[in-house]
């Protein structure tokens, strides 16, 4: 019974870390914390195991929806390498920085972190991109919407390594993949149409969550049966999330993992204060 929980787990992060771009870890992080709690078969599962345990997850959910995504032409590579070069380091310190965690101060800061992203994707809509207008761009891509019009969009380098950095270290330290804030970023920042915002997150989260999870396997931050439960559902619910994304309206998409940010959040601060 416990480890069919672990694959329904894997389904449920999989497909809504694919369907908005954020790796699933937002998910799996606080259920391995939670089972931990319950069940003596995952007792051992402390915050360092539940991140590593989720970022080597998340490769999986990664190079699935990546492959999905790549067949409907929404994946800017160039733009998730980039990104890569700071999300990749930060990913490294971050899965340094997660053993100073324990159970009660862990799951206060990482439910504080959840409720910020979900107050960021409420005012999502209400921004304006910054894109062109702000920054020294130097590079700009253009991107056709499924109704022909053509969309522009652009960052600026340094800025965008800069945000992955710590956008990076987040994921490693947190075990999310980092797309909860990359995504918003490059909405906001960069004037990215949230389909390829969506597309190109899962591509920097399968290359920055397999350099976390090496620092982590080193690190022995690792339940490894855990990880094979996880690991199937997981890779369906990303073939799954990508599928979804490309049917469903981003809006739609965005109100639903933001009343399930609260929710997960609000009971994990509950959880590091009582």
Known sequence: MEWLLLVVIGV????????????????????????GGIFSQFENVTPQIAVGTS????????LSSTLSYMKHKTIDYKSGIIFFIGSGP???VGAWLNQ??????????????????????????????????RFKTQIINTYKDKDGTEITYSYQPILAIFIAFFVGMLGGMFGVGGGSLMVPAMILLFAFPPHIAIATSM???LLSSTTSSITH????????????ALIPGAWVGGRLGAYINVKLKSNVV???????LVIVGVRLIYQGVV
Do not use: E
């Open 254 to 260: 965005v109100h639903i993992l933001r009343i399930i």
């Open 203 to 205: 591509f920097m989260i």
């Open 55 to 62: 970022l080597l997850v998340i490769i999986f959910t990664g």
């Open 12 to 35: 449920l992060s999989g497909t809504l870390g694919s369907l908005v771009g954020l790796g699933g870890g937002i998910i799996t992080v606080p259920a391995l914390i939670y089972l």
């Open 100 to 133: 100073f965690f324990n159970v009660k101060t862990f799951s206060f800061y990482f439910g504080t972190f959840i409720i910020f992203i979900s107050i960021v994707l409420l005012f999502r809509g209400r921004l304006k991109p910054l894109g062109l207008k």
């Open 90 to 92: 930060g990913g490294i």
């Open 217 to 228: 396997i080193m690190m022995n931050n690792i339940d490894w049966m855990v990880t094979l």
